[in-house]
């Protein structure tokens, strides 16, 4: 059995030669691409959606190689037509199976995840996740290459090979709809397990029908298997994803949460709505308490549910009891005051002299902080009458700001942080500012059970250069603010596509120097200095029930903070005493 | 164990169609034996399942003492298999084939291979896709004849092949048969390269085995016999069963007698011809064989 699996290993190694080099050069840009594309990518943004574009292609050069090997292997033996030289020489047929699965294990998953596990490694990615990750990107790259792999044993030629794998993903998609429509995925992650347990049981069915179908050679049979295994491992994985949701949202409570929660105490300020045609905007404003910001609390909003509710009679144009539907659009935010934010924020990184922040006189009173979560959510409000009600549920997420990183920046040009998630690429000092050029991992839903990190980029971060024995620190502020940078790292290939672990997110910040510094920025203050990076990290979540009254017209008395939208248009205006939510 | 294969009511069946049925037959060892029969007889399908390349829908076959549905590896290393329709990995040379079939019998042998490529005059070297068809099916009998099969299977190895390399395919396999111990079977409608090279002859059609007897039994049974009558000699109505294409030219008839018997066939024709002046004259292979394909058709559509 052994001689047999090395006799047929190394023959298809030697057939495939020239796909393997293929693949070598391919996995060789895909690694320098993912590397080395930071320090370029960060300075040219106008290039980023180029680059972005190119790195999908290569993805898919990787995957259409690896499918090219698989298929090169499986054909070489074709076990349709009855004529292959093996069937009747003296090798077993469970050995020829086995050799040509370890080529395509070794083409398809070792080597790419090999490739892979590099480049998390060079992001530092920490080790229990790059874990994860591989077993992650394993599971979709197994289920790919069993796919291919099955395909290619039951088809004669290549030709019939690629019309099948062309024509299979048109049906997956067509039947997922279809599944969709009947199947529930109400609880968070079960969608994520439930495609997770169907690539696991596909794959292991699969393997078992491969190796059925090698020593049977009955493809009316096998294909029939292959029918009844896709269903089966349809049915069972919501029978165990109902049982053990392993991507189900984990909620982390610390003790101090509670105390945490109780002193929140949010209510919205004002909501404000604008129409547009058939559309109602809403923003709704969220305060967040000043004093648990200056603690290093805040609160972001994530989960939402928007449901409107109508009284009586018509609005403007329609008639009694008419109805007509429109669509909500809304957006939340929390505001917060600069001061009590700035002062978290210097606290936790020891209270250094910040000396590039603005002048105090300055207005520090409200920024907006824009919510992470969805910023748009449609939904139909129904208006029956002269009034509407318009409920929301929203979730708040209680973050702490910690410090995320902290990396020595004493090698300037490049440095490796001690934290694992960030990596400084590159620091260049100019006369008047300095650049940090890092990367940021965000490890995907089904890597980071808890949501604490589960942002590909996030506006929320702040980061500084301090200097440790001067304790002087610069604040940053995006280079290029919407050309943020991102890589969905792990493989991708056309069935585990957009089910990438880990995402990276290539980012530069300017550290702007101050006009007159009392130090001189110089070398030697670099190179004593750390790059900081300030991140929320997930406490709990709240549940916040809104209710909000409107009804057709415009109020006389608009408060000024409400003239915000056009008057004109305005023929929906809040009911008096809005403000008891 | 007389028998190298023996088929038991073998049955196969392509939807309603049955390719072959209710096939009966044994090869003793050491016997070269063909199986005749026009395209679509059931050779192939007969010889594929031989090999367990197809599974029968019926009856079981006994090939070296070993089921056919269990034919392994050990069994596989003493039998040798040559199909016009085989594919070859026609990436390797010549040279790489034959190393990379070395590896897997235990009992190849490097000296005889050599002799075998000298033989067949062998361009090794070359890429097999640059081969012409008979190189090809030289290679596969070389592959298939180094390491000393006990059992060699040819499915319609002369189809396709020139003259030429027919008349040195043959050659080659009959210079070895003088020291190897082996069983052949052939299949194939080529019925003059059988001829020189089998001992034993089954002729099919439609599924069905009509013939299975050595060669030279056969060639003796069949005899053409001509007889030019006597002036006042008459046709019985009644003409025993085994002559068969009985035709009559003026006051001479001939037919075929299928049991033809040197001491006593003789003396029946001239019972029933007397005076006749009988003139007999062997047959050959390909006379036997459109004798037996012709008469074959000919009473099933009767029997239709």
């Known amino acids: 059995m052994l001689k047999a699996f090395v006799i047929i290993f190394i023959k298809d190694l030697r057939k495939i030669r020239w796909l393997l080099a293929i693949l070598a050069g391919a996995l060789g840009a895909h690694l320098a691409m993912s590397i080395f594309a930071g320090p370029w990518i960060a300075f040219h943004p106008m290039q980023a959606k180029n680059f972005e574009r190119l790195y999908e292609w290569q993805s898919y050069l990787l995957s259409f190689v690896e499918l090219m090997i698989i298929i090169s292997v499986v054909q070489a033996d074709s076990l349709h037509r009855n004529t292959a030289v093996l069937l009747t020489r003296p090798v077993s047929w469970s050995a020829v199976c086995t050799a040509k699965m370890f080529m395509a294990f070794l083409a398809a998953i070792v080597f790419p995840l090999t490739a892979e596990w590099f480049i998390w490694h060079y992001?530092?990615?920490?080790?229990?996740?790059?874990?994860?990750?591989?077993?992650?990107s394993?599971?979709?790259?197994?289920?790919?290459?069993?796919?291919?792999?099955?395909?290619?044993?039951?088809?004669?030629?290549?030709?019939?090979?690629?019309?099948?794998?062309?024509?299979?993903p048109v049906l997956l998609n067509w039947g997922s709809y279809f599944y969709r429509d009947f199947f529930c995925f109400s609880p968070e992650g079960m969608e994520e397990s439930v495609v997770f347990y169907q690539a696991i049981l596909f794959s292991i069915f699969n393997i078992i029908l491969i190796y059925y179908h090698y020593r049977h050679r009955r493809i009316p049979k096998t294909i029939g298997c292959f029918i009844l295994n896709c269903l089966c491992a349809l049915f069972l994985s919501f029978v165990l994803a109902k049982n053990f949701n392993i991507f189900a949202f984990k909620k982390e409570s610390s003790a101090s949460f509670g105390q945490i929660a109780k002193a929140i105490d949010v209510k919205p300020e004002f909501i404000r709505h604008s129409i547009s045609g058939d559309?109602?905007?809403?923003?709704?404003?969220?305060?967040?308490?000043?004093?648990?910001?200056?603690?290093?609390?805040?609160?972001?909003?994530?989960?939402?549910?928007?449901?409107?509710?109508?009284?009586?009679?018509?609005?403007?144009?329609?008639s009694p009891k008419a109805q007509f539907y429109s669509r909500i659009n809304?957006?939340?935010?929390?505001?917060?005051?600069?001061?009590?934010?700035?002062?978290?924020?210097?606290?936790?990184?020891?209270?250094?002299?910040?000396?590039?922040?603005?002048?105090?006189?300055?207005?520090?009173?409200?920024?907006?902080?824009?919510?992470?979560?969805?910023?748009?959510?449609?939904?139909?409000?129904?208006?029956?009458?002269?009034?509407?009600?318009?409920?929301?549920?929203?979730?708040?997420r209680i973050d702490q700001l910690t410090v995320g990183a902290a990396c020595d920046l004493s090698h300037p040009g490049h440095a490796s942080c001690s934290t694992p998630y960030y990596r400084v690429l590159r620091t260049i000092r100019q006369h008047d500012a300095a650049f940090v050029i890092f990367s940021r991992i965000t490890p995907s839903a089904r890597l980071d059970l808890t949501r604490s990190t589960f942002?590909?980029?996030?506006?929320?971060?702040?980061?500084?250069?301090?200097?440790?024995?001067?304790?002087?620190?610069?604040?940053?502020?995006?280079?290029?603010?919407?050309?943020?940078?991102?890589?969905?790292?792990?493989?991708?290939?056309p069935l585990s596509k957009n089910k990438s672990p880990l995402y990276l997110a290539l980012m530069a910040e300017k550290f702007q120097f101050p006009e007159n510094p009392m130090t001189s920025l110089n070398k030697d203050w670099f190179q004593h200095a750390q790059f900081i990076a300030i991140e929320p990290k997930t406490m709990g979540y709240l549940n916040l029930p809104i209710e909000y009254r409107f009804k057709p017209g415009c109020p006389e008395e608009t408060p000024e903070k409400f003239k915000f939208y056009d008057e004109e248009k305005c023929f929906i205006y809040p009911i008096a005493n809005q403000n008891n939510f | 164990m007389d028998h190298a294969i023996e088929i038991m009511s073998l049955t196969k069946k392509f939807g309603r169609r049955a390719v072959v049925d209710h096939l009966n037959l044994q090869v003793p060892y050491g016997r070269i034996y063909a199986l005749l029969g026009p395209n679509g007889a059931g050779k192939t399908t007969t010889v594929r399942m031989l090999m367990n390349i197809f599974q029968p829908d019926q009856g079981e076959i006994q090939i070296l003492g070993t089921n056919s549905l269990k034919l392994g590896p050990k069994e596989f290393s003493k039998i040798g298999y040559v199909s016009?329709?085989?594919?070859?990995?026609?990436?390797?040379?010549?040279?790489?084939?034959?190393?990379?079939?070395?590896?897997?019998?235990?009992?190849?042998?490097?000296?005889?291979?050599v002799s075998l490529i000298k033989l067949f005059d062998l361009p090794v070297q070359e890429k097999i896709k640059h081969m012409s068809r008979g190189m090809k099916m030289k290679l596969l009998l070389?592959?298939?004849?180094?390491?000393?099969?006990?059992?060699?299977?040819?499915?319609?190895?002369?189809?396709?092949?020139?003259?030429?390399?027919?008349?040195?395919f043959i050659a080659g396999i009959l210079r070895l048969t003088d020291d190897e111990e082996w069983t052949i079977f052939v299949s194939s409608h080529d019925i003059e390269e059988v001829e020189r090279l089998a001992d034993g002859v089954g002729i099919m059609d439609e599924g069905e085995l009509l013939v299975n007897e050595s060669l030279e039994d056969l060639e003796n049974r069949f005899q053409q016999v001509e007889v030019a009558l006597d002036e006042h000699a008459t046709i019985p109505a009644q003409l025993p069963k085994e002559w068969l294409s009985f035709q009559t030219k003026g006051r001479a008839v001939t037919f075929v007698d299928s049991q033809y018997r040197e001491n006593s066939s003789p003396q029946i024709i001239q019972a029933i011809f007397p005076g006749g002046t009988i003139n007999i004259t062997p047959l050959n292979l390909r006379e036997i064989f459109l004798i037996f394909a012709h008469n074959w058709r000919e009473t099933k559509e009767s029997a239709c």
């Open chain 1, 455 to 493: 942002l590909w980029f996030n506006y929320n971060n702040a980061y500084f250069i301090k200097n440790t024995s001067s304790q002087e620190a610069l604040s940053g502020t995006p280079v290029n603010t919407n050309g943020i940078f991102y890589l969905p790292l792990g493989l991708t290939n």
């Open chain 1, 330 to 396: 809304y957006q939340i935010y929390t505001p917060y005051p600069m001061n009590s934010y700035v002062s978290s924020l210097s606290r936790l990184i020891g209270n250094p002299r910040i000396m590039n922040l603005p002048p105090a006189n300055e207005p520090l009173d409200y920024n907006l902080f824009p919510d992470n979560g969805s910023d748009a959510y449609f939904n139909k409000l129904v208006f029956e009458g002269n009034a509407a009600i318009l409920n929301a549920k929203i979730n708040l």
């Open chain 1, 138 to 168: 394993g599971v979709f790259q197994v289920f790919f290459a069993v796919n291919v792999f099955f395909m290619a044993a039951i088809t004669p030629d290549i030709k019939k090979c690629f019309l099948i794998l062309i024509i299979e």
């Open chain 1, 279 to 318: 559309q109602i905007s809403f923003d709704i404003f969220l305060n967040q308490n000043a004093d648990l910001l200056r603690q290093g609390f805040r609160i972001a909003t994530q989960f939402k549910t928007m449901k409107g509710t109508s009284l009586l009679n018509s609005i403007s144009l329609a």
């Open chain 2, 84 to 113: 016009e329709n085989q594919e070859l990995p026609e990436w390797m040379t010549g040279k790489e084939f034959l190393r990379f079939c070395r590896t897997m019998y235990p009992a190849w042998d490097d000296g005889f291979c």
């Open chain 1, 123 to 136: 992001y530092s990615v920490p080790f229990p996740k790059t874990m994860l990750a591989l077993i992650d």
């Open chain 2, 142 to 168: 070389t592959s298939s004849l180094a390491y000393h099969p006990k059992l060699l299977v040819l499915d319609e190895p002369f189809s396709g092949l020139d003259p030429f390399v027919r008349q040195e």
